[in-house]
């Protein structure tokens, strides 16, 4: 298959999507208009879709045919975009651009910042609760979500990263900032589509271990890619982690061994989805797409 065409197609859908929201938000009543600037500039930069894709290709894996994961899968960039924005803030890792542009607080100033990573946030389950589905499975999705997200997800990550910032950290807490400040949103889109399709507890199961594989090799090619990637591939400032005193894989096992151990975890997902037919054939170029991606 060709990922690149499949990537373009799948990411229209998402952005034309994100496109009559963000629009929506500026025609609605009770939304100041600051707000959706700020709410509207960091989700319009042009962000590489993979999680909104991710829910997609799961949707798609287990016999999902419909537009209908298309709100779904979109409303995953909320939250990515609102951990994005938090993530830079000052009071975090203090970027001054992402995604090729000046960060959200520095054009709208930190307040304002916080409030947009809020607002998309809070807008994102609101667009699950309004999607063409049953309650049992809305109830399902919601939960999935609000756990990826919150203490024992990526808030938990978050938290311990910046903890263990200038120190030396063990492996044990390396894996756990990886795979709960990045990996339990990437896991989740993947199971969240593979909920929307019905997928059997036998099916969610081998796409929760899929997931939970690309989850941490992502992050790990994201650490190395601080090392090796430009300003202008990565959209931000490189190199920033060891600055930091950020705890990474390349800081803890050096670059060749964290490349290796990104591409047993990448073998190890594929072999998850071995017995699945060729509608898992997305999910498997993405898994290997994670190698070698450059941005
Ligand atoms: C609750 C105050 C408060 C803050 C929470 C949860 C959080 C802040 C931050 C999450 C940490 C984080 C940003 C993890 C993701 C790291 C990562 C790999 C980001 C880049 O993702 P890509 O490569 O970026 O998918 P694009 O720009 O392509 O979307």
Known sequence: MNLNLYFKRKRRLVDEFLK????????????????????????????KRIRPLLTIAGYEAVGGDSNNIVPV???????????????????????????NKPTTHKVFGEATAILAGDALLTDAFSIITETKTGPEKKVAIIGELTHACGPS??????????MLEGKK??????????????GSLIKASICIGAIMAHASPDKLNSLTEYGERVGLAFQIMDDILDITGTKEEMGKL????????????????????????????????????KS??????????IARYILWRRC
Request: glycine residues 8%.
């Open 169 to 182: 950290a063990k492996k044990k807490d390396i894996l756990y900032i990886h795979t709960h400040k990045t």
């Open 238 to 273: 490189t190199g920033t982690d060891s600055i930091r005193g950020k705890n990474t894989y390349p800081s803890t096992f050096g670059l060749k061994e964290s490349k290796k151990i990104a591409e047993g975890l990448i073998n190890d997902s594929l072999r998850a989805i």
């Open 276 to 285: 699945f037919d060729k509608k898992a054939e997305p999910l498997r170029e």
């Open 153 to 162: 997800g990526m808030v938990g990550g978050q938290i311990v990263d910046i």
């Open 20 to 47: 009559a929201y963000i629009f929506s938000k500026k025609k609605q009543k009770g939304c100041p208009w600051q707000l959706y600037e700020a709410m509207s500039y960091p989700l319009m930069a042009g962000g």
């Open 73 to 99: 899968a979109a409303s995953l960039e909320l939250i990515h975009t609102y951990s994005l924005i938090h993530d830079d803030l000052p009071a975090m890792d203090n970027d001054d651009f992402r995604r």
